[in-house]
């Protein structure tokens, strides 16, 4: 299995920041889309963020302006920057990606195991 870790979650304040990460390991031929997903307590998971494999982000319209994603390639790595975070953004963040593990396999969706994020009020 492809594993993905997050790291970086805590206790933010709101005005502050917060980085997450998530790094890929595991044996990987190549990967597409990985992106950040996140389910508030009580609700549905949601899209925060996704990123391409070569740059293009696509942002939840309730982040727009406050969060960032980006990667590294070379370090199969997604990070999610975390600006001005609000008590509604508190939620368990998870990490995806679009992976195929060998290559005459096919493409399959990832999913870290998540990480809390909570924003004080």
């Known amino acids: 299995q492809v594993q993905l870790v997050e790291s970086g979650g805590g206790l933010a304040q709101p005005g502050g920041s917060l980085r997450l990460s998530c790094a890929a390991s595991?044996?990987?031929?190549?990967?597409?889309?990985m992106g950040w997903y996140r389910q508030p307590p009580g609700n549905e998971r949601e899209l925060v963020a996704t990123?391409?494999?070569?740059?293009?982000?696509n942002y939840a319209d309730s982040v727009k302006g406050r969060f960032a994603i980006s990667r590294d390639n070379a370090k199969k790595t997604v990070y999610l920057q975390m600006n001005s975070p609000k008590h509604e953004d508190t939620a368990v963040y998870y990490c995806?990606?679009?992976?195929?593990?060998?290559?005459?396999?096919?493409?399959?969706?990832?999913w870290g195991q998540g990480t809390q994020v909570t924003v004080s009020s």
């Open positions: 995806y990606t679009a992976a195929t593990k060998y290559s005459w396999g096919r493409p399959n969706d990832y």
């Open positions: 990123i391409t494999a070569t740059g293009n982000t």
């Open positions: 595991g044996v990987i031929f190549s990967i597409d889309t």
